[in-house]
Structure formats: C-alpha cells, structure tokens
C-alpha cells in the first residue's frame, strides 16, 4: 500500500508528538517516531513494555488525534477466530429458514453475520483504530491467524470469501512481553518498546493528568514510586498508579491526614497485591522517606 506522508493532518513524529500532548499523553521521540512510521507506511504498530507503562493509552490517545472510534481486541488464553474475526447467527439463520419455506434464502447475508473486531476494522478502515491489547496472552495458533491480517489487511471467510480493507487501517498491538512473540508477527509492524519514564517526565505525566495535585507532591510520589519499582514486587506500580496515588494523597491531606501518612494510608492504589503491601510494610518509611509535599 502506498506511503501516507500526512494523515489527518500528521506529517511528521514532531506533530504527533504536539497532538498525543494535546490529548494528554506525553510521548518522547521514540514513541512519537514509531507512531508516525506507522501511520505513514500503513503497517500495524507493536508496543511492548512492562504492564502499566502507558500502552493501552498510547493507543486511546492516537485514536483521539485521528478522530477515530477505537475498536479493543482484548486478548486471552484461547481467544480464537471467532472472537476476534466473526461469528455467524446460528439461531437467526435457522429461524429464516423455517420462514422462508420453499423460498430461496442466501444464509450467509449481512443480516446473519455478526462481526468482531477485526472484520469491524476492515470495513470501515478510515474511522477506527484496532487496539489488539495484550497479544502475548493470546496462544501461538492465535498468533498465526493474525498474520495474513496483519500482511495483507485481509480476512478469507469461507462462505462469501476474501474481505480486505480499502486501504490500511491504522492497528496497535500491545505485548506485555510475558513470552516471546513469533519473528513473523514482529516483521510485520514497526516495534516500539515503552519503559517507565524517568522521574522528570513521570512527574510531568502526573501534573498534565491530575490538576488537583501540587508539583512538590508530584515529585515526592514520583520519587516514592521509583523506589518501589526497585523492589522484587509481584506487580510494581505502573504510570497509571502514579498518578492516582498522587491524587488518593491529595485527597486525604485536603480532608486533614498530614503529609507523608496521607501518603502511607494511600498505598493500597500503588500497591496491589497483598503480598508485595507485606514485603513492603517494615520499610514503608523510609521508601517514601522525602514525601512530605
């Protein structure tokens, strides 16, 4: 397919970049770079990263930029074609039959099919973007269908043949990286790797996304949490917890919890795992040692 040098009026990584701002995703060169790669040569954009590091929300926010309605396929052990392509409506079909008699019925019309995600996508190229999230969930057989989707922007359905998409659609694909993905799937898309951002960033990520929370209490929350992430915890604090635990603060200390306890009594939106809030209890102290905003 040929190479869209401007979509919607993004024409380069720098605009894109100014636009996920607006829409409040701050992404740094590389992402925005990758994103725009993407766009331009109509190929699927795979992110990886640890959970929580802003995938999903990459996502959300280049759907936002394009104007476009995000189609998630969200995916798990044993998601099939079925689930993610189409399904046909079994019990419809079989009552038009018994209506129609003698009468010739085409069974595998429109009115009988019920499409998923992907052939949703197909159809309608140029008004949404497919998310398919958390593709490492997914099982290797899983994977392999995806590829001539993913190729050639097209579906085979047996009963009324190939579909494919007026031109390419704009697809994400996110991998927590809990295993490996196949070489094939990675050649077919421009990869990005999405890692906790350094503590400036993080901070600025926490005023652009809870305008209740003060810059000093940014950085201590910021601070806390990088110490956490140093910890052989089950599931670390993503980006997303950052930010809520320096709204949950917030809110505690304005309803009278002096700083830093208005910190500790918040940790359940850090830490959510019963195991790593024991791991973590004789220390707390000094881990948000500083957060005193």
């Excluded at 995938?55 to 926010?61: G, L, S, V, W």
């Excluded at 398919?132 to 269908?145: K, P």
Aim: glycine letters at 6%.
């Amino acid at each position: 397919m040929p190479v869209r040098r401007s979509i919607v009026g993004i024409d380069s990584p720098a605009r894109l970049a100014t636009a996920l701002d607006a829409a409040q995703y701050l992404a740094d060169d590389g992402l925005s770079t990758a994103g725009y790669l993407a766009l331009a040569l109509g190929k699927p954009l795979l992110l990886e990263g640890a959970p929580g590091v802003g995938k999903t929300e990459a996502a959300k926010a280049i759907a936002s930029v394009l104007g476009r309605n995000l189609i998630r396929l969200q995916c798990y052990e044993g998601i099939d074609a079925a689930a993610a392509l189409y399904e046909w409506n079994y019990p419809r079909q079989m009552l038009a039959i018994r209506q129609a008699g003698d009468t010739y019925l085409n069974i595998y019309g429109d009115d009988f099919l019920i499409a998923r995600p992907m052939l949703d996508a197909l159809r309608n190229p140029k008004d949404s973007v497919l998310l398919i999230d958390e593709i490492d969930r997914s099982d290797h057989e899983f994977e392999a269908f995806l590829l001539e989707f993913l190729s050639d922007f097209q579906i085979s359905i047996p009963e009324r043949g190939t579909v494919r998409a007026e031109e390419a659609p704009v697809v994400i694909l996110t991998s927590n990286r809990t295993r490996e993905l196949h070489e094939a799937l990675r050649r077919r898309c421009v990869y990005h790797w999405i890692g906790y951002p350094d503590a400036m960033r993080e901070a600025q990520i926490v005023m652009m996304r809870a305008s209740t929370v003060a810059r000093e209490t940014a950085d201590a929350v910021v601070a806390a949490v990088g110490r956490l992430r140093q910890e052989p915890l089950a599931k670390p604090p993503g980006v997303a917890e950052t930010v809520e635990w320096a709204e949950a603060a917030t809110l505690l200390h304005s309803q009278g919890s002096p700083w830093p306890t208005a910190f500790k009594r918040a940790i359940g939106v850090a830490l959510k795992d019963q195991d790593d809030l024991e791991f973590v209890a004789p220390r707390i102290d000094a881990l948000i040692s500083g957060a005193a905003a």
